[in-house]
């Protein structure tokens, strides 16, 4: 067995484990009894045992690689459950509808992003970047908070998953573009590296549709079998997405939507529901293990300056798709509500431009990343929880 701690104070195996989870929840309960939402209360505890807090003075700190690989089963297992209650036929049905909603969430919120990058000197390629991380909202937060606040079930659940999938499908696009522009290529220089995502992507899809009714013998009648081979699928299907250059988040989704086509949908629910929040918890709190309090204290402007205009952007751009989907004025603006939360997107996005040549695109982004997915994680999670208070204030009370 490997020790769990090193003389340089970094926790390992077991130890950093348990030490980040038992962190997380400790604040998670603490904060709770105050109402305060508990996703970023998880990112806060692992603040506390990471490298930049703990580590600073000291103490036995958590790496964020020690428990990467944990972080994202969370992720995949996230964006499992969303497509477990999402339809295929369904999203097919509403293409027209999901399509004009998409249009306006990528209008109206990447350009909010693009105008915060330059107006603060990034040039356009961190304003390019900005942009991403500004405009895509995290399915890993939202899935979450659907289910915790029993969301998942009502109306403005079908726009919300919707533009979940639309913008995760845009980002895999926008990654590989990202990933040319950076190195210092150009757009063409993307275009293989794109029609591999989305070619995956698609016959993911595809396979998703028309395998559903084979998949159902191969996942056992145990429970045991059921949970084993459904995890085996999922993270498999995920890592091939990801050798690809896809999102093992979408890669999870469609596999959550062939599994949620079979008999064995409410079987496959509650037995992997708590590995799914156990694991939920872990990459939340890897989120934490990255913040550094000090760099992002130090962008501090324009974090608040991109929260207070895109926080706004958001809202109304998931209210406008509300009502494309001819929601309530009400079930629209909780669509809009829904989809403020920022998370696992826009920090691979920082990952990526930590890479940079440029030293101020290096050294900035990543800070604004984390203080802008800290900010709206907060605000969108606990926007969610008092819906009823904010429709109340704005007078929007129908149905």
Request: charged share 15%.
């Amino acid at each position: 067995m490997a020790p769990g701690a090193t003389a340089a104070g970094d926790l390992h195996g077991l130890l950093a484990l348990g030490t980040l989870i038992a962190a997380a929840t400790l604040v998670a309960a603490a904060g709770r009894r105050v109402g305060v939402p508990t996703v970023p209360l998880y990112v806060l505890g692992g603040v506390l045992v990471g490298p930049h807090v703990a580590g600073a003075v000291g103490l036995p700190s958590v790496a964020p690689a020690e428990v990467l690989t944990l972080a994202e089963v969370g992720v995949v297992l996230l964006l499992f459950f969303l497509g477990l209650e999402f339809s295929l036929d369904r999203l097919i049905a509403a293409r027209r509808k999901l399509s004009a909603a998409a249009a306006v969430d990528l209008l109206v919120n990447f350009p909010v992003g693009v105008a915060v990058g330059l107006l603060f000197g990034l040039g356009p390629l961190g304003a390019f970047l900005v942009g991403g991380i500004v405009y895509i909202s995290s399915s890993a937060v939202i899935t979450k908070s659907l289910v915790d606040l029993g969301w998942i079930a009502d109306p403005e659940a079908e726009p919300v998953l919707g533009t979940l999938v639309a913008e995760d499908l845009v980002i895999a696009v926008y990654l590989a573009l990202a990933v040319a522009l950076v190195a210092g290529g150009s757009p063409v220089d993307a275009l293989p590296r794109i029609a591999v995502a989305l070619g995956f992507l698609l016959a993911l899809a595809a396979a998703a549709q028309t395998l559903a009714p084979r998949l159902a013998p191969y996942l056992g009648t145990t429970d045991e079998d059921l949970v084993v081979r459904t995890l085996a699928v999922a993270l498999v299907v995920s890592g091939l997405a990801l050798s690809v250059g896809a999102s093992e988040a979408v890669a999870g989704f469609f596999v959550g939507v062939g599994v949620g086509a079979t008999p064995l949908h409410d079987r496959v629910a509650d037995r992997i529901a708590p590995l799914r929040d156990a694991f939920a918890v872990v990459f939340f709190a890897w989120v934490g293990l990255n913040t550094d309090p000090v760099a992002v204290a130090g962008v501090a402007v324009p974090v608040l300056a991109a929260a207070a205009l895109s926080g706004p952007a958001k809202v109304v751009s998931g209210g406008i798709a509300g009502r494309l989907y001819d929601l309530s004025p009400r079930r629209s603006l909780r669509t809009g509500l829904a989809l403020v939360p920022r998370g696992e997107f826009s920090l691979i996005i920082a990952a990526l431009a930590a890479t940079s040549p440029d030293p101020t695109i290096a050294r900035v982004i990543p800070a604004f990343a984390v203080g802008y997915v800290l900010v709206m994680a907060f605000a969108g999670t606990l926007a969610m929880s008092e819906a009823d208070r904010i429709e109340r204030l704005l007078g929007v009370a129908d149905g």
